[in-house]
T-cell receptor, first 115, second 112 residues
Framework: DTEVTQTPKHLVMGMTNKKSLKCEQH?????MYWYKQKAKKPPELMFV???????INESVPSRFSPECPNSSLLNLHLHALQPEDSALYLC??????????????FGPGTRLTVT | GDSVTQMEGPVTLSEEAFLTINCTYT??????LFWYVQYPGEGLQLLLK?????DKGSNKGFEATYRKETTSFHLEKGSVQVSDSAVYFC???????????FGKGTSLLVTP
């Protein structure tokens, strides 16, 4: 099973709302990632969790708040977003974070629209 | 820094045509190389990978060979199908790094 699941599939929220994106994997992977993808662009890394600890924050605004409750789950809490934050948010996981063989498996994404 | 350059397209081919999507890279050390595919409205799927020079990755009729001498990882398929229409991303990951460095993506449209 190489599946990463994400919920919801689509989300529309206002600029004053608080919402959360969820990601889950059951492959025993110890690294999980959040990416943001704008239309016709490649994914951009936002956060990396390794063994449930935040390892990388790519200078992401504080209105995005990641959380890793356990090794299988990754959340992204959203608050006071701007319309330019509208994008496809992709979750990924990998077996580890070092070495050459840890390919990343991506979920289907959450399509976020901020109104 | 580490980077990937790929032809941006769009590439339009007739069904059963031969496909080549060029990808070249710049990296310190010895990166692993990947091709991901993104179908409309979906996330990324790993298509194939190569972890060292002269490795050939293959999957679903697609192939790519890790060429260290030309720093390239070109994607090829002998006979494309309409169902291959998607965006293809070349990516690298250095040994010590967390992140994938993606190219800008190449949009492929295959017509009947």
């Amino acid at each position: 099973d190489t599946e990463v699941t994400q919920t919801p599939k689509h989300l529309v929220m206002g600029m004053t709302n608080k919402k959360s994106l969820k990601c889950e994997q059951h492959m025993g992977h110890r690294a999980m990632y959040w990416y943001k993808q704008k239309a016709k662009k490649p994914p951009e890394l936002m956060f990396v969790y390794s063994y449930e600890k935040l390892s990388i924050n790519e200078s992401v605004p504080s209105r995005f708040s990641p959380e890793c409750p356990n090794s299988s789950l990754l959340n992204l809490h959203l608050h006071a977003l701007q319309p330019e934050d509208s994008a496809l948010y992709l979750c990924a996981s990998s077996q580890g974070t070092s070495g050459v063989t840890y390919e990343q498996y991506f979920g289907p994404g959450t399509r976020l629209t901020v109104t | 820094g580490d980077s990937v350059t790929q032809m941006e397209g769009p590439v339009t081919l007739s069904e059963e045509a031969f496909l080549t999507i060029n990808c070249t890279y710049t990296a310190t050390g010895y990166p692993s190389l990947f091709w991901y595919v993104q179908y409309p409205g979906e996330g990324l799927q790993l298509l194939l990978k190569a972890t060292k020079a002269d490795d050939k990755g293959s999957n679903k009729g697609f192939e790519a060979t890790y060429r260290k001498e030309t720093t390239s990882f070109h994607l090829e398929k002998g006979s494309v199908q309409v169902s291959d229409s998607a965006v293809y991303f070349c990516a690298l990951r250095v040994n010590s790094g967390y992140a994938l460095n993606f190219g800008k993506g190449t949009s492929l449209l295959v017509t009947p």
